[in-house]
């Protein structure tokens, strides 16, 4: 896919800057660039719009939103959204599908939603949720520290008569669990590569969490719970700057029709609810979410699933306060959390989401083949068990792999096809927001100066111009718009509502009677009005129609 930048490594802030600033340069007509928020440390949460402003303006065109980096160290996500920015704005004069979509629609990209969090991911050794704050700081056990001065945070082993561990006699790069038999040998605790902080004389060691607890996709309003019931919640919702800018950002521009947020790792696509089973939610919704996501699943080769059936570890103390649900639930948005990169899959040991949990074993054999992965493919993330002096352990071994740009992002070699990917998914995805059209404007003489005028008002798009059956239950969902102008109107209002259009995913179709395919009814997708107006023959008759989410069109007819 043509773009102009290459993308062979992770962008850190000054570089995402100057790129953005450089397509504002270039393609001033095609893209606005906004600053949604600025964080505690001074870094901007940049906001790109991406429509032709010859065309129209942003909020009258279908609207389709599109972040990344929620997850400080889920940096593939904003490399996927910049991506995309890039493709669509290069290739405008060239490609027909990118000048239709800039031309006929708005696309919203916050391409790193937590500046500060990925500058720390990526400028130094450790990991973190969301961002750098102090959050339910707990002292006391083994702090993260790269003792070694490589970069990177490892696995540590301490020799201990008490250890669960011991080294693989098949293969002495790896550790494997003693088994309930072990009673000689040399065995060993497995802790991240870190120094001891408040040591008291207890021999039980335990990892000490670094007090960069927050989660901005725990502390979105709804299904939002706090602490300890939701681990990184906040102190209450929206209390992060971040996550607040993105809810205004959201509800200020209502044009919006669906959305993808980017998240790593697993290769998932994951749709709402995320709260309750989907048997609870409209049936409509579900069966448009799991197309959408089927295009996914062509484009990118992950599985769709839903959150709460399928992801979740408990049913009873589900993940909450995320901002799929908070699109779908409260603004009635089909919105999809995309898990970029699957090195499970690329090792041969594919996670089986959604089944019953896997016990130690399987776990420790999907470990030791994306190990074996590693060190064949990208060997310079990886580092045999070697000895070390601890300043209070006395000798240690540490090794393995990078876990940053091995599992939790792809290794820089590896990127590029994620993003192709995911780009290509986010154009069939903006393509199927709804799209309003006037299909004819007919105008027929009944009497000396008095005219019969017709218009059939469309919905082209795939998604209802209320977006969901959801939408509509809560009235969420706003009319279609249509007002006349011309001549003096005899019947007919001036300026009416059409509730909803539905999109062709409401058509009910599919295969019937011993194979037939048969389409039972067609969507409720347009509407016929009509008005009697007099006039003189040479007036000019206007029908404008508009609706937030399907955007504006107009036609006109001369007498």
């Known amino acids: 896919m043509k773009t102009t930048y290459t993308y062979d490594h992770y962008f850190k802030y000054d570089e995402i800057k100057k790129i953005l600033e450089s397509f504002v340069e270039k393609y001033p007509y095609l893209i606005d660039l906004k600053v949604n928020c600025v964080t505690e440390k001074g870094r901007n949460q940049y906001l790109a719009i991406l429509t032709n402003k010859k065309t129209g303006d942003m909020l009258e065109k279908p609207g389709f939103y599109l972040d990344g980096n929620i997850h400080a160290g889920e940096v593939t996500a904003s490399m996927c959204a910049m991506h995309t920015i890039d493709y669509l704005l290069t290739n405008y004069d060239s490609d027909q599908t990118c000048k239709k979509i800039l031309d006929e629609m708005t696309v919203y990209v916050i391409p790193r939603v937590t ?89 039980n060691l335990k990892v000490r969490k670094r007090g960069w ?31 607040k800018a993105i809810v205004d950002f959201v509800l200020s521009h209502p044009n919006i029709g669906g959305a993808a947020i980017g998240h790593t790792s697993g290769g998932l696509i994951l749709y709402p609810p995320g709260t309750k089973s989907p048997d609870k939610a409209p049936q409509g919704d579900i069966a448009i979410l799991k197309a959408i996501a089927k295009m996914g699943e062509e484009e990118l080769s992950y599985q769709p699933m839903n959150i709460f059936d399928s992801f979740l570890s408990s049913q009873e103390f589900y993940d909450s306060g995320a901002l799929d649900d908070w699109m779908y639930e409260t603004q009635g948005i089909p919105a999809y959390t995309m898990e970029f990169w699957d090195v499970c899959a690329k090792a041969g040991v594919k996670r089986n989401w959604g089944e019953k949990k896997e016990d130690i074993y399987e776990d420790l054999k999907r470990f030791e083949a994306i190990m074996k992965w590693v060190k064949e493919n990208v060997p310079q993330y990886y580092m045999d068990w070697k000895p070390i002096n601890h300043p209070q352990f006395g000798e240690v071994l540490i090794g393995g792999f990078n876990y940053k740009f091995t599992q939790q992002n792809p290794p820089e070699k590896f990127l590029l096809e994620e993003l192709e990917h995911d780009t290509k998914f986010n154009i069939r995805f903006i393509k199927a927001m709804p799209k309003l059209h006037i299909d004819s404007l007919t105008c027929e003489q009944i009497d000396e100066n008095l005219y019969k005028v017709e218009a059939i008002i469309g919905n082209h798009g795939y998604l209802s111009t209320a977006l969901s059956d959801l939408a509509m239950q809560n009235d969420y969902a706003k009319p279609v718009i249509v007002n006349i102008e011309g001549g003096e109107l005899i019947s007919g209002k001036k300026s009416q509502e059409i509730k909803e259009l539905q999109g062709y995913a409401s058509t009910q179709t599919g295969v019937y009677y011993y194979g037939n395919i048969t389409t039972l009814q067609s969507a409720k997708a347009r509407k016929k009005l009509s ?14 129609a508009s609706q937030i989410k399907a955007g504006k069109t107009s036609s006109s007819i001369t007498i």
Do not use: C
Request: proline share 7%; charged share 35%; net charge negative.
């Open 531 to 544: 008005w009697i107006i007099k006039a003189k023959q040479g007036t000019k008759i206007m029908v404008e």
């Open 115 to 203: 500046p500060d969090g990925a500058e720390v991911y990526l400028s130094s050794p450790y990991t973190l949720r969301s961002v750098d704050r102090i959050h339910k700081d707990k002292e006391g056990g083994i702090k993260e520290e790269d003792l070694d001065d490589d970069g990177v945070i490892r696995m540590m082993a301490i020799k201990s008569a008490y250890g669960a561990w011991k080294k693989d006699p098949k293969d002495d790069s790896l550790m494997t669990l003693r088994d309930p038999s072990d009673d000689e040998g040399d065995f060993y605790e497995i802790y991240p590569e870190g120094s001891l902080e408040g040591y008291d004389g207890d021999e």
């Open 213 to 243: 607890g927050l989660d901005f996709n725990r502390n979105f309003p709804f299904g939002w719970n706090p602490e300890p019931r939701q681990s990184g919640a906040g102190d209450y919702p929206l209390s992060n700057i971040e996550t």
